[in-house]
């Protein structure tokens, strides 16, 4: 008999269900079902079966790895994603590297990149220094950190 992880990993790796094909249904109810806020008691602490890292009994998503533990929202996001395109190859990761070492104690990369908010605290700390350390380290990390990784990060 499989173990639970698994099982899971395998419930995982289906894709999309086919509505017309009533066979390719997966089973909304599998054999041995994770603990879900309606069978779990309150503060009940498990382990991913994934990573084996301990979280709560009720979670839906391993905070650690980052997998859909549930298998309805796993269906739902493979759905949101598409044809298998998990991200937008929207920004550069060069450019953010750039900026960020260059104008990184404005905060210029972190417009560039979305996160208006943190773009903010930047420009009003430039005058601390903080933000000048922190583009060099951050622009680094932008120019060293994986393709996939950043474009799934940052779009």
Same mark, same amino acid.
């Given at each position: 008999?499989?173990?639970?992880?698994?099982?899971?990993?395998?419930?995982?790796?289906?894709?999309?269900?086919? @509505?017309?094909?009533?066979? =390719?249904? !997966?089973?909304?109810?599998?054999?041995?079902? =994770?603990?879900?806020?309606?069978?779990?008691?309150?503060?009940?602490?498990?382990?991913?079966?994934?990573?084996?890292?301990?979280?709560?009994?009720?979670?839906?998503?391993?905070?650690?790895?980052?997998?859909?533990?549930?298998?309805? $929202?796993?269906?739902?996001?493979?759905?949101?994603?598409?044809?298998? !395109?998990?991200?937008?190859?929207?920004?550069?990761?060069?450019?953010?590297?750039?900026?960020?070492?260059?104008?990184?104690? !404005?905060? !210029?990369?972190?417009?560039? =990149?979305?996160?208006?908010?943190?773009?903010?605290?930047?420009? =009003?700390?430039?005058?601390?220094?903080?933000?000048?350390? $922190?583009?060099?380290?951050?622009?680094?990390?932008?120019?060293?950190?994986?393709? @996939?990784?950043?474009?799934?990060?940052?779009?």
């Amino acid at each position: 008999m499989p173990s639970r992880s698994e099982e899971i990993r395998a419930m995982l790796k289906k894709g999309p269900l086919d @509505e017309s094909n009533p066979s =390719l249904r !997966v089973n909304p109810e599998p054999s041995s079902p =994770l603990p879900t806020s309606r069978t779990a008691p309150a503060g009940s602490r498990i382990n991913c079966p994934i990573c084996d890292e301990d979280i709560s009994a009720r979670a839906r998503k391993c905070r650690h790895c980052g997998e859909t533990l549930d298998p309805a $929202l796993h269906q739902r996001d493979m759905m949101r994603q598409g044809a298998g !395109v998990p991200y937008t190859r929207t920004k550069s990761k060069v450019a953010a590297g750039i900026l960020a070492i260059l104008l990184g104690v !404005v905060g !210029v990369h972190k417009y560039y =990149l979305g996160r208006i908010g943190q773009g903010i605290l930047y420009t =009003l700390f430039f005058w601390t220094g903080i933000p000048t350390l $922190l583009g060099i380290i951050e622009g680094i990390i932008y120019l060293t950190m994986d393709d @996939e990784r950043f474009w799934t990060k940052y779009g």
